[in-house]
């Protein structure tokens, strides 16, 4: 059974584009999450859906980050403009059901701006 | 505030020389504590749950316990495979999120 997938694995762009990145989570899977992890601050839940509804974004940094589910097999994570401070690895992962603490992760998306 | 902090930050064993990690916390509303590894260039990969203190839980070389403040993962006679990142997690039932440590990188020379 294929595991949580993400594109690109890497993504390199300068500062002032739009960058998307992409996730495909388990399937069956009713939550998904994207996260943020760098080296100083470790894993940050960016937003989470249940059932392809947003239920707290309160982590998204700024106005410049935006998530959409528009089913239960995609989601999206846009970034614009991007920044070089954006630069950091951005996970995706799922969970079998709303509440449930256990999360699948995806192998994640290398996010470098210039 | 809630809060995760795992100690050490890094970890450097020989082969067979057993060790702990600790992961201690400080969360309103816990629901449960949860060990992941992390490989370089992969996400974490779910390693175990674990509810209310005393509870213990082990795989192959890695055995985890809970206190009411802090869990500890023990390993046995580690291999080289073992190195990675290991990460420690605490449900938050008020916010339904995880908080997450910053990890133990840890490395096993044979």
């Known amino acids: 059974d294929a595991g949580v997938i993400q594109s690109p694995r890497h993504e390199v762009t300068e500062m002032g584009q739009e960058v998307t990145l992409r996730c495909k989570p388990i399937?069956?899977?009713?939550?998904l999450f994207w996260y943020r992890q760098t080296m100083m601050r470790g894993l940050e839940l960016l937003i989470y859906f249940n059932n392809n509804v947003p239920i707290d974004d309160s982590g998204m940094p700024e106005d410049r980050f935006s998530a959409k589910m528009p089913n239960a097999s995609f989601s999206t994570l846009k970034i614009q403009p991007s920044e070089p401070r954006d630069s950091a690895v951005y996970f995706c992962?799922?969970?079998?059901?709303?509440?449930?603490?256990?999360?699948?992760f995806g192998p994640g998306t290398r996010l470098t701006v210039t | 505030e809630d809060q995760v902090t795992q100690s050490p930050e890094a970890l450097r064993l020989q082969e067979g020389e057993s060790s702990s990690l600790n992961c201690s916390y400080t969360v309103s509303g816990l629901r449960g504590l949860f060990w992941y590894r992390q490989d370089p260039g992969k996400g974490p990969e779910f390693l175990f749950t674990l509810y209310s203190a005393g509870e213990e839980k082990e795989k192959e070389r890695l055995k985890a316990t809970l206190t009411k403040k802090e869990s500890f993962l023990h390993i046995t006679a580690p291999k080289p495979e073992d190195s990675a990142t290991y990460l420690c997690a605490v449900g938050d039932g008020n916010n339904r999120k995880l908080i997450w440590g910053l990890g133990t990188s840890l490395a096993v020379n044979p």
């Open positions: 992962a799922s969970s079998l059901q709303p509440g449930s603490y256990e999360q699948y």
């Open positions: 399937s069956g899977h009713n939550s």
